[in-house]
T-cell receptor, first 113, second 110 residues
Framework: DAGITQSPRYKITETGRQVTLMCHQT?????MFWYRQDLGHGLRLIYY???????DKGEVPDGYVVSRSKTENFPLTLESATRSQTSVYFC????????????FGQGTRLTVV | GQQLNQSPQSMFIQEGEDVSMNCTSS?????WLWYKQDPGEGPVLLIA?????ELTSNGRLTAQFGITRKDSFLNISASIPSDVGIYFC??????????FGPGTRLSVLP
């Protein structure tokens, strides 16, 4: 399907486990982003990528790892999940032109128990 | 980091009423975006603005890019129940990341 898709939609994991959230876009957008959304904090940028093999930290990167070997995929890994990482995670993508918009996936609701 | 202010934080209106909300920043942006988020879903782009003073409509929604480039406004005319949700503004400067506001939660009473 065209667009940006995230998987899984829901995930429950235990503290200390590694978990990977997937993001796939079909627009060949240069930029991809990972945000977390928590009550009282809005959308906070975790990591972003300007192109394949180029990634950079956002506002709250600690405890997360990203990679981007292909333009269309941008997985987010929690190396050792903590309860504070319980959140809703959104992936987004945008083009590289001067006038660009961000398009969001449906989100992954992650619960760390 | 950079912050956007949105007002009001929440609003309750009667079905059929018009709605106005705004977004302000201490910095200049080249792009202003407005999104709507339904419960359990990701933000969906409503309107994109690229020029100071620009006024753009999308059905019953109208948004404006402020002349100072530090603010933007969103109006919804004749609200209906499906307008319920959280409305986010976002700004972007060339070559920089998007900055999002905290959202305005809209409730529509029948």
């Amino acid at each position: 399907d065209a667009g940006i898709t995230q998987s899984p939609r829901y995930k429950i994991t235990e503290t200390g486990r590694q978990v990977t959230l997937m993001c796939h876009q079909t627009w060949s957008h240069s930029y991809m982003f990972w945000y977390r959304q928590d009550l009282g904090h809005g959308l906070r940028l975790i990591y972003y990528s300007a192109a394949a093999d180029i990634t950079d930290k956002g506002e709250v990167p600690d405890g997360y790892v990203v990679s981007r070997s292909k333009t269309e995929n941008f997985p987010l890994t929690l190396e050792s999940a903590t309860r504070s990482q319980t959140s809703v995670y959104f992936c987004a993508s945008s083009g590289s032109g001067m006038n660009t918009e961000a398009f969001f996936g449906q989100g992954t609701r992650l619960t760390v128990v | 980091g950079q912050q956007l202010n949105q007002s009001p934080q929440s609003m309750f209106i009667q079905e059929g009423e018009d709605v106005s909300m705004n977004c302000t920043s201490s910095s200049i942006f080249n792009t202003w975006l407005w999104y709507k988020q339904d419960p359990g879903e990701g933000p969906v782009l409503l309107i994109a603005l690229y020029k100071a003073g620009e006024l753009t409509s999308n059905g019953r929604l109208t948004a404006q890019f402020g002349i100072t480039r530090k603010d933007s406004f969103l109006n919804i005319s004749a609200s209906i129940p499906s307008d319920v949700g959280i409305y986010f503004c976002a700004g972007r400067r060339y070559g920089q990341n998007f900055v999002f506001g905290p959202g305005t939660r809209l409730s529509v009473l029948p």
